[in-house]
């Protein structure tokens, strides 16, 4: 997978990242910095920047990363460590939309980024977000306000996911179970809400910002 | 007005048991009355729902208040109650800005900022030097007769009547139901030409007397950072000391609502001491205090706030535009001169498409959100004048600008035909050219929860790529 510390070779499939040579040598830097000149990174890597301690939802966040639903390689589970390639993957998830992409193009991109979250719900894999899972995600948001109770984050969650429900599944009789989000229901929920112009990340040309370890 | 009825030769008389004493409460009275009738104007506008979905409320309202204003000049042939700057920029405006600083939609804004500020500072500066050097230009080929002004007379009315007025934007485009984005774009515009128009407005006229020299043109660009800085600044600074004073208001919830109201007018008033913008100091009061204040302060006192502060904006935003029709009839300051008017209208309009063109095809090199050419249409047609460049041009001396009084008129017949007739037909040019209209619906759970989520993730990619982005200032 190249030569340690070195560039990746045009070769690779980083190309079909569509990422500029400068956000990938951007990106190389930081992820040199953070895994401090070794190949790989681990979960333990991330606990060296500063601010993302105070993020409510870091765990899931850097889980993500590590998640090898994420990563392309069509398996399951999670990886230990990932490489600068799967970096890139990742990060490819958050570039803006070019002006000359197509409506195929444009379908595909906010799948794939719809995906990403998707992912980041579904904590256990099973390819549903639960309640309790739903219920997870609400409380981790919501940790960073102490004003909130546990109790008010549930039944905020509980809320979401009975109007999940009806979004997606309609009227139920009163037997009826909703089991939980699958993708589709996903899809149906965002529909309307113009995620590929809101989820993305200006890789502005700047330099490594200074970071004091 | 109706005069005493008490008798001259009072001194013996016995005790009158009542006495009708009008000299006595004449100032608050007359000034509750015109309050009263504009409110009731209103309700009985809003009975009938057809006029009220074609007509936008504040032509209605100016065309009463000339209707009032005949009336008051038939009776007595004088024009006694008229729109001065002092009331204007002292107690009608404040609220206004207030209100639509303390309820600004934050995100918006500030996702927005860059393109707002270059329409407000460069796009006023164009229209502005444009209008005037135009209206100078003709003057010179003569066929606006005689005058009695010269460049400088001309760039200053080309200032005030260039500035893009909050309180009518925000009066018709309410009732126009625009996608968010460009309304924000126009209201945050017509928010933040203030620093600019008033610099402008200011150095013409302290230049007027003297030459102009390098120096003082080079006095001018640092006074425009100057003050649009300050009064920011001031703002920020009043916005601290608010969000502060709130965290204490604990055992005296009653009143918290008023130190809201205070504290910013206070801003205001600050701002305006030290020659400053106070348009900005209380909008940026507004709006950095929102989120601290509601959190600090009691349910019922947010309501109250809330409240408060929109009876205040909406009731002295009738009063303007009411007062703008009485002080138009005034045969005093009635000074008709056809090309001027004409061309002035013609130019306003015309430069304001061009400078739009202009502008929006550089932003849109770097904003993710394009705006598209039926944007541009609404944006230049919604470039609407108001009552700020009234109350500019009544400021004037007459003997200073010679001209005053064509200036009004034509200030006043700009007015009108903005709010009027633009306001008139916006609604159905918007309807026609389909813009894309607001999602007029309450955000859902999910919406609001996803969102959430959104942030701190985009924050966290930030972070972990070694960016210091825009989501790192919103995340904090």
Redesign the interface.
Known sequence: RGVPGAFPAPGTSLLSLAVTSEQIEHLHRRFKQLSQDQLTIRKENFDSIPDLEFNPIRGKIVHAFFDKRNLRQGSDGLADEINFEDFLTIMSYFRPIEMNMDEEQLDRFRKEKLKFLFHMYDSDHDGKITLQEYRNVVEELLSGNPHLEKESARSIADGAMMEAASICVGQMGPDQVYEGITFEDFLKMWQGIDIETKMHVRFLNVDTIAHCY | GQRSSESPKNSNQSFAIVSFKWDHVKEPYIIALWILVASLAKIVFHLSHKVTRVVPESALLIVLGLFLGGIVWAADHIASFSLTPTVFFFYLLPPIVLDAGYFMPNRLFFGNLGSILLYAVIGTVWNAATTGLSLYGVYLTGIMGKLNSGLLDFLLFGSLIAAVDPVAVLAVFEEVHVNEVLFIIVFGESLLNDAVLYNVFDSFVAIGATNVTGIECLKGIVSFFVVSLGGTLVGIFFAFLLSLVSRFTKHVRIIEPGFVFIISYLSYLTAEMLSLSAILAITFCGICCQKYVKANISEQSSTTVRYTMKMMASGAETIIFMFLGISAVDPDIWTWNTAFILLTLVFISVYRVIGVIIQTWILNRYR??QLEIIDQVVMSYGGLRGAVAFALVALLDKDKVRDRNLFVSTTIIVVFFTVIFQGLTIKPLVQWLKVKKT?HREP????K??G???D?????????????????LR?K
Do not use: C, M, P, W
């Open positions: 993710t959100v999602e859902k759970l999910n919406e929860l996803h959430r989520a959104f701190h993730i985009l924050s966290a990619i930030e972070d972990i790529s070694g960016q210091i982005g825009h989501h790192y995340d």
